[in-house]
Nanobody
Framework: QVQLVESGGGLVQPGGSLKLSCAAS????????MGWYRQAPGKERELVAT???????NYADSVKGRFTISRDNAKNTVYLQMNSLKPEDTAVYYC????????????????WGKGTLVTVSS
């Protein structure tokens, strides 16, 4: 169906920056909204940011002004630029997308990546 592959996670010091990437591939007819979610140890998965196919963005209050989501529609890729990172940003970051596929060409379905770990620590 649709495969999502995240990259760009790692260890960074507080105040540092990282850029995550997520590329979608498979039997894709159209990609809809793409987004990033995160799950910290012992906590539930939460929304970080989303971006529609038209470029409208939405951010969690905790990351506004620090994180920027963007996408390249030609490459079916979504990015998350993370600046001024804090220890509380430590989490596994998951890519999510809605997509129409050749097996489901009229109904968007949601797909998830396997996640990439971001650790903010000195």
């Amino acid at each position: 169906q649709v495969q999502l592959v995240e990259s760009g996670g790692g260890l960074v010091q507080p105040g540092g920056s990282l850029k995550l990437s997520c590329a979608a591939s498979g039997s894709i007819v159209r990609i809809g909204t793409m987004g990033w979610y995160r799950q910290a140890p012992g906590k539930e998965r939460e929304l970080v940011a989303t971006i529609t196919s038209g470029g409208t963005t939405n951010y969690a209050d905790s990351v506004k002004g620090r994180f920027t989501i963007s996408r390249d529609n030609a490459k079916n890729t979504v990015y998350l630029q993370m600046n001024s990172l804090k220890p509380e940003d430590t989490a596994v970051y998951y890519c999510n997308t809605e997509a129409l596929t050749y097996s489901s060409p009229y109904s968007y379905k949601a797909y998830w990546g396997k996640g990439t770990l971001v650790t903010v620590s000195s």
